[in-house]
């Protein structure tokens, strides 16, 4: 009995010409659309929203130096303003939003894949 070789593919290289396995469910793909506009958008909603708390809980601490409880001020008005705009593009562009507040637009693309959530 001779040994035979082995070939081991290695990497991430297609070992089939065709898309697909032509045998199976029809839906090849059941898994979400990937938009890539809903991320940047769900991450801008987030960044700005812990911006505006941070920023007024520098204005509430005691202390504070009047000229940085003003400048806090500032960017408090200013990241709820850009917290509002963020909102009602992630409502025009149809994204889920949050269930829990603060209520923010979510990426489908960043939760965890189903069959984890149900092991849960």
Do not use: W
Request: hydrophobic share 40%.
């Amino acid at each position: 009995m001779g040994f035979s070789e082995i070939a081991i593919p290695i990497g991430s290289e297609a070992l089939s010409p065709y898309d697909h396995v032509p045998y199976g469910c029809q839906k090849v793909r059941v898994g979400l659309g990937h938009n890539p506009t809903t991320g940047p958008v769900a991450d801008l909603a987030r960044n700005l929203y812990f911006t505006r708390r941070v920023a007024e809980e520098m204005m509430l601490q005691p202390g504070m130096d009047p000229k940085v409880r003003r400048y806090a001020h500032d960017t408090a008005a200013y990241a709820h303003d850009l917290e509002f705009f963020a909102r009602q593009l992630g409502l025009a562009l149809k994204m889920p939003t949050g269930v829990d507040p603060p209520y923010l637009p979510l990426d489908m693309m960043s939760l965890p894949d189903p069959a984890v959530v149900a092991l849960l």
